[in-house]
């Protein structure tokens, strides 16, 4: 099963970010294989809007990441940045949320948020398990952890050796018939024993 992941933050100021969060993924082929990024930058130009376009990614996603640091963002017509708005509009629509947040900087860094911000963080404290990070790497690396401990909840790593493990998610189709006979006549060979009769 692949995983929606939906990437908030100020795009501005977390630009950089931003985009690493994606890199973590498309750079490991575990993970590629278990995520899809949305990204609004990856967006082609669309004669929709922008909000209703973001929210109903968001609602569509199974991991929502937010990153958070100075600056709040523009706010809309709701007195909300898109990032607060994505966030609410994301636990609002599941029933169980995956929400990882990051925070730029230390603690004592906190007194030069803007109030908003400022805010945002302290609803995040109070309901969530957080980390803060302090350059793009330690990010990468915070979320990486982030990721390895959700698909570890959802069982997706398996216990068992790579040759005992069920693919569930694949049907007999996926088999390659030919592979199979090559290998074995291989194996038997190499081994000196009889070739299996294979029909």
Known sequence: MKYKLFVSATQKELRNERFAIKEVITGNSTLRGFFDVF????????GKSAISTYLKNVSS?????????KTYGDKGKDGLSATEREFK???KSKSST???AFIKGNSSEDKKRDADTKNFIKD????????RFRNVDDLKT?????????LDDKGEFSKVSFDKIVRKDLSYDAINEK??????QNRA???KVTIPKIS
């Open 61 to 69: 996603s199974d991991v929502y990441v937010c990153i958070i640091a």
């Open 39 to 46: 990204l609004f930058e990856d967006l082609p130009a669309k």
């Open 98 to 100: 995956e929400i990882f």
């Open 124 to 131: 995040i404290k109070a309901f969530f398990i957080y980390k």
């Open 142 to 150: 915070q979320v990486l952890s982030s990721l390895i401990s959700f």
């Open 189 to 191: 060979i190499k081994l």
């Open 89 to 91: 509009h994301f636990l």
């Open 179 to 184: 592979a199979v006979k090559d290998f074995l």
